[in-house]
């Protein structure tokens, strides 16, 4: 008897619901040139231009599906954090000495550490900016959480870089989050076809979400009020 799996979507089709808002971060992420000085701005530009996966702007726009819609207040956020990764990455590649990122020459091959350092400094310092952009200054604390953390443990690892007796239980914390308390999880209930996103620290306890073929579409209830 023969049995016929299901085929798997590829990546096309399970963004197919946000192809439209990706283009639209990608547009302001061009756009964010223009808040540079003229002499940076090229900088900026070559870096924005090494395209990766966008994978954040991703989740950014697919969480805003899952709660709704997708406004123009989540096509910031995915300017903002891809504009965090990409200077995660200007400073990576300093501390690697790498001198390729998909294929082209990364800032610091082409303009040296300490201009590179300072660029990386800056696309950080215009991310904090669009975060404070937002009517609350919850955005900003938690883009500025998220930069501490990045940077605290790329010193920690720096620190015991070649050390031969840095065991796996020692070397994991350094990957964790410190504020992990501050974390959303997110739990699937396939029986129920429902996913639930816990807000750990919130007076909003937890939101569950109907899944769909697209992204879903949200209900709300305080903890203890869960079916």
């Not at 050390?163 to 994991?172: P, Q, S, W």
């Not at 639930?196 to 209830?221: F, H, Q, Y």
Request: proline residues 4%.
């Amino acid at each position: 008897e023969l049995s016929v799996k299901p085929s798997q979507p590829n990546l096309s089709q399970l963004l197919a619901p946000i192809a439209a808002d990706l283009g639209r971060v990608e547009t302001r992420l061009r756009e964010q040139v223009r808040g540079f000085d003229a002499g940076v701005a090229d900088y900026v530009e070559y870096v924005l231009g090494v395209a990766g996966k966008r994978l954040r702007p991703t989740l950014a726009l697919l969480a805003g599906g899952a709660t709704g819609r997708v406004g123009d207040e989540h096509i910031t956020l995915g300017v903002i954090v891809e504009l965090i990764h990409v200077a995660t990455l200007v400073h990576d590649d300093i501390l690697d000495h790498a001198e390729l990122r998909h294929g082209l020459a990364t800032a610091n091959s082409r303009w040296g550490s300490e201009i590179s350092v300072l660029l990386g400094d800056c696309l950080f310092a215009h991310a904090l900016s669009l975060a404070a952009s937002y009517p609350t200054t919850a955005v900003c604390r938690k883009v500025s959480l998220a930069t501490n953390t990045v940077c605290s443990g790329e010193i920690l690892q720096n620190q015991r870089k070649f050390d031969a007796a840095l065991t796996i239980d020692k070397y994991t914390p350094m990957l964790n989050d410190p504020v992990a308390a501050q974390r959303f999880v997110w739990k699937l209930d396939r029986s129920r076809n429902t996913g639930t996103l816990a807000l750990p620290g919130s007076r909003m306890k937890s939101i569950t979400v109907e899944l769909s073929p697209m992204l879903g579409r949200v209900a709300t209830a305080p903890a203890g009020e869960q079916s």
